[in-house]
């Protein structure tokens, strides 16, 4: 299975595409759409959204895994981020893939066994994962990244559960 995973932002919006084979993990492409500060708004958003398009297209992502947003004391950004979020989920819903939302606490608890683990940590952690040489050098890349691989750990539990919650076809 292919996820691309998102670490949604307007300024950055890291990416990471993980494919997963069995229980082997491997990273495909990871990196960070930025877009210019003086730029409008709406040509930002439609940026992300066109290059989040590209990325589920070039890669064939069978899934999208995206960061949920995370309410500081900043609101403005938030709803920023929240703008941006939108826009990625569009292009999953265009394509008809599903997207799956995680809070920064399930991804550092999926990657590095806890909810507090620190930037550094956590891109350590998806690095020794993914088998990479060094970490991301972009911090929202190895977010996008661990984002991804939190997924992956999940799918095998959201499908059982998926299949237990089916009806039973057939069955009198």
Known sequence: MIVLGIDPGTADTGYGVVESS????????????????????????????????????????????????????????????????GVVLLAAGQRDIPARSYTPQQVKGAVCGHGRADKEQVARMVSRLLGLDAPPAADHAADALAVAICDLNRAPLSQAVALAAAPAGGRE
């Open 22 to 85: 069995g229980s082997q993990l491997r990273a495909l492409a990871d990196g960070v759409i930025r877009t210019a500060a003086g730029e409008p708004l709406e040509a930002r958003l439609a940026l992300i959204h066109a290059r989040v398009g590209d990325l589920i297209d070039r890669h064939r992502a069978e899934a999208m895994a995206i960061e949920e947003l995370y309410f500081g004391a900043n609101v403005r950004t938030a709803f920023a981020v929240g703008q941006a979020r």
